[in-house]
């Protein structure tokens, strides 16, 4: 006798799994995912011979379109490594420790906690975010940053704690499309969603910039 998936009856077992368990074992493959990605990425880059001169000529492009001051530390939603040179660290860890989670915000599974970036940032000892930035009285400039809810944690953390003077959102256009329009609906709803402020009495007080990188 067969079901109708075409599976032998006696080939298929059912088996009850507890909640933990479960949470346990979707963290494994989690864990086996990002061990994959890191390779893939490490091999991305070695691959890419110019990825760090790049990545300096756009940093360059963004401070002197923005604050021109060159004292500064960098924040990155990204893997990769940055030159010797710059003060920066990985939210998400870097190529031999990445993380892969959800928010906080959006958690409503308390046994799924454990798949919350700031718990999973604990358990790997990446380094506090505040002890990196000492001082509250910074300006802010954002690039290449989706503002997915994913990450509203930290968006709301760097903006309520180390962004004192002004938050600069810098977009560059690509595939022959202006970007401005859509840019400014993403900053908008970011600025409703953390409720700091109205978004044009804002720009009209030079608080928010928006700043298209070339």
């Known amino acids: 006798m067969y ?3 075409g599976f032998p009856t006696g080939m298929i077992k059912t088996v009850q799994v507890s909640n933990d368990d479960f949470h ?3 963290l494994l493959e989690l864990n086996n995912f990002e061990r994959r990605f890191s390779n893939y990425m490490e091999e991305e880059l070695m691959r890419n011979t110019d990825y760090q001169m790049n990545q300096s000529h756009l940093i360059n ?3 002197k379109s923005t604050t021109n001051d060159y004292e500064y530390s960098i924040l990155t939603f990204n893997y990769t490594p940055y ?3 710059y003060k920066y660290i990985n939210i998400h860890g870097d190529l031999k420790s990445l993380i892969f989670g959800i928010s ?3 958690n409503k599974n308390n ?3 454990i798949f919350t970036k700031s718990y999973r940032r604990m358990e790997k000892e990446l380094p506090i975010l505040a002890d990196f930035v000492s001082s509250k009285e910074n300006t802010v400039v954002f690039y290449g940053v989706s503002f997915n809810n994913l990450d509203i ?3 709301r953390m760097i903006i309520e704690q180390f962004g004192y003077d002004r938050l600069y959102f810098c977009y560059s256009d690509y595939g022959e499309t202006n970007r401005k329009s859509e840019h400014e609906n993403v900053i908008k709803k970011l600025v409703e ?7 044009y009495n804002l720009r009209e007080k030079g608080k928010i910039r928006i700043i298209k990188i070339n």
């Open 61 to 63: 492009k963004l401070v």
């Open 104 to 106: 906080n915000n959006n």
């Open 83 to 85: 030159n010797s040179e």
């Open 153 to 155: 944690d930290y968006y």
């Open 193 to 199: 969603q953390l409720s700091i402020g109205d978004f």
């Open 24 to 26: 346990r074992k979707l």
């Open 111 to 113: 046994l799924a906690h």
């Open 3 to 5: 079901l109708n998936s």
